[in-house]
C-alpha cells in the first residue's frame, strides 16, 4: 500500500548529512523508508547489532549495520554543481515533474 508520501531524497542519490553525529558527512542512499521518514545511508550511522546465528548468517556475534536517518538531516549533492543543494521541481513540456537543483538549475530526475 503506497502512502502517498514524496520525498526529496530517492534511492541512490549522493547526499550529505547536515546534522546529527554524522554532521559533513556524505553517502550513497541504499534505502528510504516511507513510513518513518528516514533513509539508510551507506557508511553512515553506523550500529552494533547483537545476530543469532541463523540461516542468512550461520555464525552469529556482533555486526556493525547502517541504522536510518531522518530525510530532515539529509540534503541532495548536485551531480553538475557538486555542492549540496535545496531541491526544486519543474514540470517539463511532456508532463513530467523532475527534481531540479536550486542552485545551478540542472534537471536532477534524469
Do not use: W
Not at 540534503?75 to 519543474?90: A, E, F
Amino acid at each position: 500500500m503506497a502512502t502517498g508520501k514524496k520525498f526529496h531524497i530517492k534511492k541512490n542519490d549522493m547526499v550529505q548529512v547536515i546534522a546529527g553525529k554524522e554532521k559533513g558527512k556524505t553517502g550513497k542512499v541504499m534505502r528510504v523508508v516511507l513510513k518513518r521518514d528516514r533513509a539508510i545511508v551507506e557508511k553512515l550511522n553506523m550500529v552494533k547489532r547483537h545476530m543469532r546465528p541463523s540461516a542468512q548468517s550461520r555464525q552469529g556475534g556482533i555486526v556493525d549495520k547502517e541504522a536510518p536517518i531522518h530525510i530532515s538531516n539529509l540534503m541532495l549533492i548536485c551531480s553538475k554543481c557538486t555542492d549540496p543543494t535545496r531541491v526544486g521541481y519543474r514540470i517539463l513540456e511532456d508532463g513530467r515533474k523532475v527534481r531540479a537543483c536550486k542552485k545551478c538549475g540542472e534537471i536532477i530526475d534524469e
